[in-house]
């Protein structure tokens, strides 16, 4: 069975620090995205990667970065935190092009 | 790029009763068509997917249509239970991308006892 690990089910943190989030997967999947999740807006995509060290911006880029040195590692990175970055975000990953998609547990962050 | 509408956002139901959510999608290209099922605090998990080669698919209690002419497919879920509460989000592949997926925004659905 495919495990998506995220680092933390909870994190606060204050505007301006720098964020990172953490997910972890165990398949070797070439595949891997972040999602963000608000009430009412369903799934974001912020970004995803192909393959090591490669990605590509989804539909909200805008405030992250990623990082992907590892083909099990992708990491989610708010360089100057803020408010309205409060959210709930999802890693997902498949292998090639068969979906579907893995989630992980999510991780809850809260930016005071 | 894809656009997906999810309706109703809300659902609530009797216990034993159907409920059936539906999505409409943009791109008459696309091709897989997946829910998901996410009880409170925990993560999405698929329940049932359809591929645009056929027009049903049943899994016991749910089973999902797809109209492509119309561009619509439809989650039903039937003798709904207690633990069917949760939010449900319908899915569909993007122009040109077999490995990205656009969300609708999810129906909460209550089944009440």
């Known amino acids: 069975d495919v495990k998506v690990t995220q680092s933390s089910r909870y994190l606060v943190k204050r505007t301006g620090e720098k964020v990172f989030l953490e997910c972890v997967q165990d398949?070797?999947?070439?595949?891997m995205f972040w999602y963000r999740q608000d009430p009412g807006l369903g799934l974001r995509l912020i970004y995803f990667?192909?393959?090591?060290?490669?990605?590509e911006k989804g539909d909200i880029p805008e405030g992250y970065s990623v990082s992907r040195e590892k083909k099990e590692r992708f990491s989610l990175i708010l360089e100057s935190a803020s408010t309205n970055q409060t959210s709930m975000y999802l890693c997902a990953s498949i292998y090639r092009g068969e979906q579907p998609q893995h989630f992980g547990d999510g991780t809850r962050l809260s930016i005071l | 790029g894809e656009n997906v509408e999810q309706h109703p956002s809300t659902l609530s139901v009797q216990e034993g009763d159907s409920a059936v959510i539906k999505c409409t999608y943009s791109?008459?290209?696309?091709?897989?068509f997946p829910w998901y099922k996410q009880e409170l605090g925990k993560r999405p998990q698929l329940i049932i997917d359809?591929?645009?080669?056929?027009g049903e698919k049943k899994d016991q209690r749910i089973a999902v249509t797809l109209n492509k002419t119309a561009k619509h497919f439809s989650l039903h879920i039937t003798e709904t239970q207690p633990e069917d509460s949760a939010v449900y989000f319908c899915?569909?592949?993007?122009?040109?991308?077999?490995?990205?997926?656009?969300f609708g925004s999810g129906t909460q659905l209550t089944v009440l006892p």
């Open positions: 398949m070797d999947h070439e595949n």
């Open positions: 791109d008459s290209a696309s091709n897989y």
């Open positions: 990667s192909y393959d090591v060290k490669m990605k």
């Open positions: 359809i591929r645009s080669n056929v």
């Open positions: 899915a569909a592949p993007p122009r040109g991308s077999a490995r990205q997926l656009t």
